[in-house]
């Protein structure tokens, strides 16, 4: 049975399709799929949709080099939904915003959940930096230098940390901490390592009771 044939497009052909980074479930954009945008996505491995106002199929990325890379395609229960779970390469939105669902409207019970994946956020934006490099971006120039510059500014963050943990300024550590984890994540990018598998390596360490076996040792 080909699945395609149970997808409901509406009266135009087409079926609204959701992103999903597949790391950290943010969602990050909506857009529409006809069938042949559906079946290049699947035959591709990136993301296609139709454009309604331009009337034609779109790659996302085409132009912006912002691409997304399929980890799943799935279809909710009354098969008029799709959800694409991706690889977000750079940022989701045009206005240079990772997801483009960044405005919220305030409500008494709002709570605010997007710093759980700021790292991924700022990770996914120094890997745009390094596909598409800009002359004025600070991180750019890093990956321009090279490996020994980013060791350096690491090594020179990491000793600014140090001087601010000694002298208890709860300020200080925090800028200085920032900057470290910033520059520790251009490293990542550099070598190719996304934070996930840092994640991972948390989780093995210190999951179920590990963090009690750790302290005893």
């Known amino acids: 049975m080909n699945i395609l044939n149970e997808i409901k497009f509406d009266e135009k052909g087409l079926v609204p399709a959701i992103a999903q980074d597949f790391r950290t479930g943010e969602v990050l954009m909506m857009a529409y799929m006809n069938r042949e945008a559906l079946e290049k996505s699947l035959s591709s491995g990136k993301a296609n949709y139709f454009s309604r106002s331009r009337d034609k199929l779109w790659l996302k ?3 912006s080099g912002h691409f997304q890379h399929i980890k799943g395609i799935y279809y909710d229960c009354d098969m008029d939904t799709i959800l694409l779970k991706v690889e977000q390469v ?11 669902f960044f405005r919220e409207i305030e409500t008494p019970f709002s709570v605010d959940v997007t710093t759980s994946s700021i790292i991924d956020r700022v990770h996914g934006v120094i890997l745009e930096r390094k596909s598409n490099p800009g002359e004025r971006s600070y991180v750019s120039s890093l990956f321009t230098k090279g490996v020994d510059t980013i ?24 800028h200085e901490m920032a900057d470290l984890w910033f520059h520790t994540l251009v490293l990542l990018g550099h070598l190719d390592i996304c934070p996930e598998e ?20």
Do not use: P, Q, W
């Open 90 to 100: 750079g940022v989701a939105c045009h206005t240079g915003e990772m997801s483009c």
């Open 61 to 63: 990325g085409e132009t």
């Open 151 to 174: 060791l350096k500014k690491i090594g020179e963050e990491a000793s600014e940390l140090l001087i601010s943990g000694k002298g208890g300024n709860k300020d200080e550590i925090i």
């Open 198 to 217: 840092i994640y991972g390596e948390l989780k093995r360490r210190f999951g179920t009771s590990g963090i009690e076996e750790k302290e005893r040792r």
